[in-house]
C-alpha cells in the first residue's frame, strides 16, 4: 500500500515536471527585453528567387519596419521563435508579450540556437559565427532532457504493475538525469544573462547607430516554468528509485 501511494506520488511530481519542461521548450519567453534604441532593421521574409552568395547560400531580404515606431521595442524568445515589437514606453515588458494585443507590426524570425547570438542580416556574421559550437551544445542539452524525461516516464508507465523493480529504477534514474540536464542547461542560461553582455545581443545591429541605448532584460515567464520543473522531477526520480528498492526487497 505505501509502495502504490509512493509511485502515486512520484508519479504526479514526475508528470507536472515533464510538463512543465514542454511549456519552456514550446514558448518563447526566456528572455524578455526592451530597449530605446528606436527604429530597427529585421529580415522579415525569404523569396524562392532571392540573391545567392558565392557559396550558394539564399541570403535573406531585409526591410525596415513600416511603422514608425514608439520610443521601446519589446524583445521575447525562447527555442523557436525571436520576436520584437514596439509600445508605448509605459507598458510593462512581461504584460505586453503575453496578455495584451499585440500589434501588426510584431516580426519574428527562427530562434532555434537561442540563447546565444542568432546571425541577423548577413551569413556568415563575422561576430556571432564563434559561439556557433556552444549554441548547438544548448540546443543538444534541453532536447536530451526532453528525451530522457519521456523515457523515463515511458518506462514508469512499464512498470505499473510493480512486476519489475528494474523499471522502476531505470525510470527513475532517467527521470534525474532529465532533471540534471535542465538544471545545467538553466545555469548555462544564467551564466549567459549574467556574465555576457546581453545589451550587445539585443541591439545586435542596431547597436552601431545608438551606442547609449538603455536596455532592460528580465528572465522571463518560460525560464522560470523550466526553474519550477527541475524540483519536480528531481523529487519523482528519487521517488521511483526507492519505489523499484522496496520492491526489490519484498521480493
Not at 519550477?228 to 528531481?234: D, H, I, S, T
Request: aromatic share 12%.
Amino acid at each position: 500500500m505505501r509502495v502504490g501511494a509512493a509511485a502515486l506520488s512520484g508519479g504526479i511530481f514526475g508528470v507536472t515536471g515533464t510538463l512543465c519542461f514542454f511549456l519552456a521548450f514550446g514558448t518563447d519567453y526566456w528572455l524578455v527585453a526592451s530597449d530605446n534604441c528606436g527604429p530597427y532593421r529585421w529580415p522579415t521574409q525569404t523569396t524562392p528567387m532571392g540573391d545567392k552568395d558565392a557559396n550558394g547560400t539564399e541570403t535573406l531580404l531585409v526591410e525596415e519596419a513600416s511603422a514608425s515606431p514608439p520610443s521601446l521595442t519589446l524583445h521575447h524568445e525562447g527555442f523557436f521563435w525571436r520576436c520584437a515589437f514596439q509600445v508605448e514606453p509605459t507598458t510593462h515588458a512581461v504584460l505586453a508579450t503575453l496578455f495584451t494585443n499585440q500589434p501588426e507590426s510584431k516580426v519574428c524570425i527562427h530562434g532555434y540556437l537561442f540563447p546565444l547570438p542568432v546571425a541577423v542580416g548577413q551569413v556568415p556574421h563575422p561576430n556571432y559565427d564563434p559561439t556557433a559550437v556552444f549554441r548547438g551544445f544548448w540546443t543538444v542539452l534541453i532536447i536530451l532532457g526532453l528525451v530522457l524525461a519521456l523515457a523515463g516516464g515511458f518506462l514508469l508507465v512499464c512498470g505499473v504493475p510493480f512486476i519489475s523493480y528494474k523499471l522502476y529504477k531505470l525510470g527513475g534514474a532517467f527521470l534525474l538525469a532529465a532533471a540534471c540536464l535542465f538544471l545545467f542547461t538553466l545555469l548555462l542560461y544564467v551564466l549567459w544573462m549574467e556574465v555576457v553582455d546581453v545589451k550587445s545581443y539585443i541591439l545586435q545591429e542596431r547597436g552601431e547607430t545608438c551606442p547609449n541605448a538603455e536596455v532592460s532584460v528580465l528572465y522571463g515567464l518560460s525560464f522560470m516554468v523550466a526553474a519550477a520543473g527541475v524540483p519536480l522531477e528531481l523529487i519523482s526520480g528519487l521517488v521511483f528509485l526507492l519505489v523499484g528498492r522496496a520492491i526489490h526487497a519484498s521480493k
